[in-house]
């Protein structure tokens, strides 16, 4: 279904190729751990090489999109100024929008999700994943700064990733 939804939209859009758009849903990945790097549809990559990315069963709908499934993913070493170990990568160009949906594992305690670009790993953006509440998931969203690759990761502890974005 995906791969024909792409197909019909690229065919719709004028100059699609000159854009980097396109998503990754929890909801289109086996269950399971993710132990080494996975290139996934639209250029995302699953980044599990270092720290294993685990898909997990989970119901929640978000802003009327149900999902069962989630990216379970833990902490990306960034803050300690180390490399990223656990992330999903994809390409965007400057101006395009990204999209996240996801919470916090925690019930308690509210986690940041990290969005760095991959040449040099500097963080462009800390976007708030609220506290475990199916009811209240959260939507982040910002605008690329420059063409490139970008990366998803934890700054600490595990967050839940459903769905990612990438848009005009």
Do not use: W
Not at 84 to 109: D, N
Not at 137 to 145: G, L, M, N, R
Request: hydrophobic share 40%; net charge positive.
């Amino acid at each position: 279904m995906k791969k024909l939804l792409a197909a019909i939209a690229a065919t719709l859009l004028f100059g699609a190729s000159l854009f980097a758009e396109g998503y990754i849903s929890a909801n289109d990945i086996d269950l399971g751990k993710i132990t080494s790097d996975r290139k996934e549809e639209d250029g995302f990559i699953i980044h599990g090489a270092q720290k294993a990315i685990e898909v997990t069963k989970d119901d929640v709908k978000i802003k009327g999109e149900k999902f069962t499934q989630r990216f379970k993913m833990g902490g990306s070493a960034l803050e300690k100024g180390g490399e990223p170990v656990c992330y999903i990568s994809f390409p965007a160009k400057k101006g395009e929008t990204v999209t996240i949906y996801g919470l916090s594992s925690s019930k308690t305690e509210a986690r940041v999700a990290e969005i760095y670009n991959t040449s040099d790993k500097s963080v462009v953006k800390a976007l708030p994943m609220g506290v475990y509440d199916k009811e209240n998931a959260s939507v982040v969203s910002f605008k690329i700064p420059a063409d490139g690759r970008y990366a998803v990761g934890s700054k600490h502890s595990t967050i839940y990733i459903y769905n990612i974005n990438v848009s005009k």
